[in-house]
């Protein structure tokens, strides 16, 4: 198994640009989340999704799209990228009932 | 309100040395309670959770309910220590599918 794989490893966006970050898992886990790591800031959930067609917002959703239209995939969407959105970007995913949730190894996304 | 604390952003100590990296949480519940690690380089990694009771890597954590704490604690600290630890709560309630995260410890072990 590949686990969660996330695409790309790095990016550099001008402001008001558009980009999707891509997450996928193969473990055939049904919930599936994307957070944002600030320095300094820890962890902040933006979006997640307990299963296909199934999403609901986290803490900082302001910003960002998402949608889940298989079990494997959850990309993320931005529209209009700002600096405020320079961050590193984790997926992850679980099973119900089981709290350990497997990461991905992060997207590294500049806006300037 | 799900909140997670972890006064230290900095801790060092040296190679040998006890570590105890402090998590006080806030939950009128019962929480589950986990370690996560993330060594340089690397991807998010569960090191303890507390409904295990176990220990990994030399690590240990105790859930304390009376002082809503759950350190964790190590008796001899190893240079391969040296991550950013981050410390996470599950609530019983509605949404324990989420985890709320503190905003970590980087630990160093120096030589």
């Known amino acids: 198994n590949a686990g969660v794989t996330q695409t790309p490893k790095f990016r550099i966006l001008k402001i008001g640009q558009s980009m999707t970050l891509q997450c996928a898992q193969d473990?055939?886990?049904?919930?599936m989340y994307w957070y944002r790591q600030d320095p300094g800031m820890g962890l902040k959930l933006i979006y997640y999704s307990v299963g296909a067609g199934i999403t609901d917002k986290g803490e900082v959703p302001n910003g960002y799209n998402v949608s889940r239209s298989t079990t494997e995939d959850f990309p993320l969407r931005l529209e209009l990228a700002a600096p405020s959105q320079t961050s590193v970007y984790f997926c992850a995913s679980k099973v119900t009932g089981i709290n350990e949730q497997y990461f991905g190894p992060g997207t590294r996304l500049t806006v300037t | 309100a799900q909140r997670v604390t972890q006064p230290e952003k900095l801790l060092s100590v040296f190679k040998g040395a006890p570590v105890e990296l402090k998590c006080n949480y806030s939950y009128s519940g019962s929480p589950e309670l986990f370690w996560y690690v993330q060594y340089s380089r690397q991807r998010l990694q569960l090191l303890l959770r507390?409904?295990s009771r176990e220990s990994i890597k030399g690590f240990t954590a105790d859930l304390n309910k009376g002082e809503t704490s759950f350190h964790l604690k190590k008796p001899f600290a190893q240079e391969e220590d040296s991550a950013m630890y981050y410390c996470?709560?599950?609530?019983?309630?509605?949404?324990?599918?989420?985890?709320?995260f503190g905003k970590g410890t980087k630990l160093t072990v120096n030589p």
């Open positions: 507390h409904i």
């Open positions: 473990m055939n886990h049904n919930y």
């Open positions: 996470a709560l599950s609530g019983s309630q509605g949404g324990s599918e989420k985890l709320v």
